[in-house]
């Protein structure tokens, strides 16, 4: 009876169609059926593509990198270079080219599935996706779907048969994202701008590479794996460590070459072997560089790892040039002084003063979800017997609010909790942030001996560092039309070493600020009277 009444629903379903709607219909598939068996890619030597396209053919022909890269069958590969060097179009010539190396297993067809990845869905849509929609936007029969999650499904010839390549546009915006990950089961992933992605993300896509086609379905070996690129990054970040420092096995990273090179004058001319560079106005580079910054010609127009920050910073005046070094050997015969930041997320800092007057920031102390008993204990108070053996704490300055405590037991104030430990330490003479921003620039812009009084250790205080290099902002405020920030810096993870150099800083610069500001009394030397005395 089910069956029946099915049936029955059916013919009346066809019967209130008209037959003009039937007949669009099968046009429409007779059309796709046509596309399907039109070529709609050839391949060229050395990895090239030609793409049909209207008006005209689009042809990929990659650069040395690019060879090298598409050669390369590692489980995990990554390009890094500098802006404008073509990465993401190679990334997905790429997806096509491994699309089109499957095996036939889908009814004579070959079929895989990928993933395109970026860290938000404006991103993803106004970088990625058109990205990819430049090139092969118009190959084969494409089919589009938005909701829950957007896909596009191509189905083309690359005159050796029928492909079908399914790709998964996927954000990550919130940390819920993270979760869609697990129920993929993939070919390959594409990440766009693997810097901006969490660690996590490329850990979860590992384990969902190489499910699509299974073994059951697919007798054949095929390659899978995850492609990525990305602008350099500083040598504190997750990506750097990965690929550089610690480097693991399937995994590989390609530089592309610079964007400038240096003149016999020293000055900034384009590179004619730069990637893409014929697709580049010839002063692409040339025009990028001018009035930037040392660390932003490094990063984005030469592809050199370095660090660039994009709000307003805290300390315009901070040349990382100038003002730090790899690093500072501590000077065991002076003594140390401390600056503390308390919350969950605590942080010491330690410098010294040469006889001279120069202020190093020797070595830093962090740590996450600690309280500072266990801080100060586990971390801190090791970490200076080890590091400064000898050397006497002199001025110990702390987050004033520290002094808030039990009125009747002074160890539950933080401050106090520092003092029954043994290291004496008062508050700062004042949490307001305009005097402590200063009390850093004083020493930021004076110079001992022609050389700068401020210095900062690479290597001792990494964190530290990239405050003053990006981390350490005004936060934009989004009003349109207008350029605006907040009055006071952003609290990140970086902020809080910063807070404990400027209560540092302002126990040693204030007293100095004040008599320089103080009025000088002078004497007259055309004075008569004076000139008998």
Known sequence: MARARTANAMCVLLMSRS????????????????????????????????IKSSPQNKIYMPTP????????????????????????TMCCQEIVMRACAMPYWKGNRRRSKWALVRNTSGELESTTLQTWLSWFGEMGDVVKRKKPIMIYEHTFNDGEGIVELELIFLALDREDDLRKIRSLELTGCYINELS?????????FKGRIGRYPSKAFCKDPYWSGIIADSNPTDHDHWLYK??????????????????LLKDDNDAWVRNPD?????????????????????????VF?????????????????YNDDLHS???????????????WDFGLTPACVVVQFTSRGQFKIVKEYTAEDMGIKTFAESIVLPGLQSDFRGCKIGVSVADPAGLQRDQIMEELSAIGVLNTLGIVTQGARTNDIEPRIGSVRYFMNMLVDGRPAFLVSRKGAPLTRRGFVKDYCYKRVNVPGEERYRDTPDKNMASHPQDAIQYIALEFAADRISEEKRPKSTVNMFNPTFRYL
């Open 274 to 298: 730069a990637d893409n560079a014929n697709n580049l106005p010839n002063d692409y580079y040339v025009r990028m560089s001018q009035g930037q910054t040392q660390d932003f010609i490094k």
């Open 325 to 339: 070094v790899e690093y500072i050997e501590p000077d065991h015969m002076s003594p140390i002084h401390l600056g």
């Open 196 to 204: 901006e992605v969490p660690q996590g993300a490329l850990s979860h």
């Open 242 to 259: 990965g690929f550089e420092e610690k480097s693991q096995p399937g995994h590989q990273i390609f530089h592309q070459p610079p964007g």
């Open 65 to 88: 990198t690019g060879h090298a890269f598409h050669a390369n069958d590692e489980f995990v590969k990554m390009i890094v270079g500098p802006y404008g060097s073509g990465k993401s």
């Open 301 to 317: 127009c030469l592809g050199e790892y370095g660090s660039v920050g994009f709000g307003k910073k805290v300390y315009p005046e």
């Open 19 to 50: 037959l003009s709607d039937l007949r669009k219909e099968i046009e429409t598939i007779k059309e796709s059926l046509l596309r399907v068996n039109d070529q709609h890619l050839t391949h060229k030597e050395g990895f090239g593509l030609e």
